[in-house]
């Protein structure tokens, strides 16, 4: 019996493919970089887990609320979310979204810097998109 989601959304989301975060630099130029993602769709949230010190992680605390797009594409199947990010330390936090991470990739190496970026889904493109019922 196999765990994995039946929504071809969320199946997309669960499968194991890099994803490239953009986000905006202070200078208005966009900063884009390869990053694990996940999704929750109960909580319509992506989660990435970064080094504290990582110039993304640093842009986007001090920037809270900044306007993100994950993306991630394999062959035709395409989908971004967008939504406004929020950097975290808070120890629950990042240990959940480093257990999302596992579950998705594999188990990340110890890091005491590490913290969550959390983007609150406002919007998906895509033609993997969230079923009317699902995600």
Not at 29 to 58: E, M
Not at 99 to 114: G, I, M, S, V, W
Request: aromatic residues 6%; positive net charge; contains cysteine.
């Amino acid at each position: 019996m196999s765990d994995a989601p039946t929504d071809p959304f969320l199946a997309f989301w669960a499968e194991r493919r890099l994803c490239m975060l953009a986000s905006p630099r202070p200078d208005g130029s966009i900063h884009q970089v390869p990053v694990g993602a996940t999704y929750d769709p109960v909580r319509r949230l992506v989660r990435v887990i970064a080094d504290g010190a990582s110039f993304k992680a640093r842009n986007l605390a001090a920037h809270p609320g900044a306007l993100v797009s994950v993306s991630q594409v394999e062959g035709a199947r395409w989908c971004t979310l967008e939504g406004t990010a929020t950097v975290t330390g808070e120890p629950g936090a990042v240990a959940e979204a480093v257990r999302l991470y596992t579950a998705r990739y594999k188990a990340p190496r110890p890091n005491p810097a590490r913290v969550a970026i959390e983007i609150a889904v406002t919007r998906e493109l895509g033609n993997v998109r969230p079923s009317a019922q699902g995600g």
